[in-house]
C-alpha cells in the first residue's frame, strides 16, 4: 500500500448516529443509577428521590466532561467508529464549542423545566383574571360604553381564550424538537437540536466503498411530517369547534362548567378535560401549609387534633414491633400512612414522590401509580 494514500472519509449516516446516541444513553444511564444509589446509601431515601432530576443532570455532565469536552470520543462514537467534526470543514471542534454543546444539550432542557412551570402560571393567572373581566363587562352589557376598547374586546376575549386552553402546547418545546428531529431524518445531520445550533456533524473513521450500503430514515421523515400535519389539522379542527360554542360558555360566566380549587386555580368539570386539569393541578401553587388553607381550598372540616395517634397502641396495634411502624424510604415514623395496591405502606410523601419518578413499589417492583395510591384515614 503506498504511504501517500489517505482517505476521504464521509459524513456518517443516520443510523450509525442514532445507535452511538443510544449507546451513550445507556451508559449516561448506568451511570445515573449508580450516583443514584450512592446518595440513597450516605443521605438517605428521601434525598435520592427529591434529587433525582439533579442527579441525572449531573450524571449526564460528568459523562460528556471526560468524553466530549476533554476531546475525547464517547463510548457510542467508539462503538460506531465516529467522530464529531465542525460542520462542512472537517475540523475537530474547539474547545468552546463542544463546552457550549454540552451545557445547551443538558442544562437547556433542565432550566427550561425549572423555568416553563413557573412562566405558565404566571401566564394562566393573568389570562383568566383578563376572562373574568371581559365576562363581567359581557353580563353587565357595558362593551358599548367602552369605546374602543369595548369593540375589541370580544376579539380579545377569543384570542385570551385560545391561549389558554393551550397554553401547555404553544409554550413546549417538543414542536421544535419534531421539526430538528424530522430534519435530522432528511438529511442525516444534526441529531440533536444542540448538535445543530453549534454545528457539530459526525464522520466515519473507516473507509466506505462504492459498494457499501448507506441507507437512511427518509420513510421515518416522512411518518413524522404527516403525524405533525394530522395534530395540525385536528387542532384547527378543535379549534373552530370551541369557537363556535365559546359564546354560550361565557355568557354564563362558566357557571356549571367549571370549579375553583385553591387560590383562583379554575376546573373544567368537562370530562374530557382531564388532560388539562391535570397540567392545571401540576402548575398550581404548592399544596397549603395550615389546616385552615387545606379546610378553605376542599371545603371540609378540619379536627383540631388528629382523629388518630400513631403513637397509640390501640391505633398501631394490628402493627407488631415499633420498628414495623417506621417508613422503609424515610426510616421514620410514619406520617400520613398510605399503602399502594400491593399492599405495602410508606409516608405519603415519601410513596407519592417515589411513584412520580418511578411508578412501582419500591418493595416488590409492582406497578404503583401515584393515582393508585389510598391513604389510611379511618
Not at 62 to 68: A, E, F, P, S, V
Request: net charge positive; with cysteine.
Amino acid at each position: 500500500m503506498p504511504a501517500s494514500m489517505s482517505y476521504n472519509y464521509p459524513f456518517a449516516s443516520s443510523p450509525d448516529i442514532i445507535r452511538s446516541h443510544q449507546k451513550d444513553a445507556y451508559f449516561s444511564g448506568h451511570l445515573h443509577e449508580l450516583l443514584l444509589s450512592l446518595l440513597r446509601k450516605t443521605h438517605g431515601a428521601r434525598t435520592a428521590h427529591t434529587y433525582t432530576s439533579e442527579t441525572r443532570v449531573f450524571s449526564e455532565l460528568l459523562y460528556l466532561g471526560l468524553t466530549t469536552l476533554l476531546g475525547n470520543r464517547t463510548l457510542g462514537e467508539e462503538y460506531c467508529d465516529i467522530v464529531q467534526v465542525e460542520g462542512e470543514t472537517g475540523r475537530l471542534p474547539a474547545l468552546g464549542r463542544r463546552a457550549g454543546y454540552i451545557l445547551s444539550c443538558i442544562l437547556g432542557p433542565y432550566v427550561l423545566g425549572r423555568i416553563l412551570p413557573v412562566f405558565r402560571r404566571r401566564i394562566r393567572a393573568k389570562l383568566e383574571a383578563n376572562l373574568r373581566w371581559y365576562a363581567r363587562q359581557r353580563a353587565k352589557g357595558q362593551q358599548k360604553e367602552k369605546g374602543s376598547r369595548g369593540n375589541n374586546a370580544p376579539i380579545a376575549a377569543r384570542l385570551q381564550a385560545y391561549f389558554l386552553r393551550n397554553l401547555d402546547t404553544i409554550t413546549s418545546p417538543a414542536p421544535v424538537y419534531a421539526v430538528s428531529l424530522a430534519t435530522f431524518y432528511f438529511s442525516g445531520s444534526y441529531y440533536h437540536l444542540s448538535k445543530r445550533i453549534w454545528s457539530l456533524r459526525y464522520i466515519f473513521t473507516r473507509n466506505v466503498g462504492e459498494s457499501d450500503a448507506r441507507v437512511g430514515y427518509e420513510v421515518l421523515g416522512v411518518l413524522l411530517v404527516l403525524q405533525m400535519a394530522l395534530q395540525t389539522y385536528l387542532h384547527l379542527q378543535n379549534t373552530l369547534a370551541g369557537d363556535a360554542i365559546a359564546p354560550s360558555h361565557t355568557s354564563g360566566a362558566g357557571a356549571g362548567t367549571a370549579a375553583i380549587v385553591g387560590p383562583g386555580v379554575e376546573i373544567s368539570l368537562d370530562p374530557a378535560a382531564y388532560s388539562s386539569n391535570n397540567a392545571l393541578l401540576f402548575d398550581s401553587a404548592p399544596a397549603p401549609s395550615s389546616p385552615t388553607a387545606l379546610q378553605k381550598w376542599t371545603h371540609t372540616p378540619v379536627l383540631d387534633t388528629p382523629r388518630y395517634s400513631l403513637q397509640d397502641e390501640g391505633t398501631m396495634g394490628w402493627i407488631e414491633g415499633t420498628q414495623q411502624r417506621k417508613c422503609t424510604l424515610c426510616l421514620e415514623e410514619m406520617k400520613d400512612p398510605s399503602v399502594t395496591t400491593c399492599g405495602h405502606m410508606f409516608c405519603w410523601t415519601c410513596i407519592s414522590d417515589w411513584a412520580r419518578e418511578k411508578p412501582e413499589c419500591p418493595l416488590c417492583r409492582q406497578s404503583c401509580f401515584v393515582q393508585h395510591i389510598l391513604p389510611l384515614r379511618g
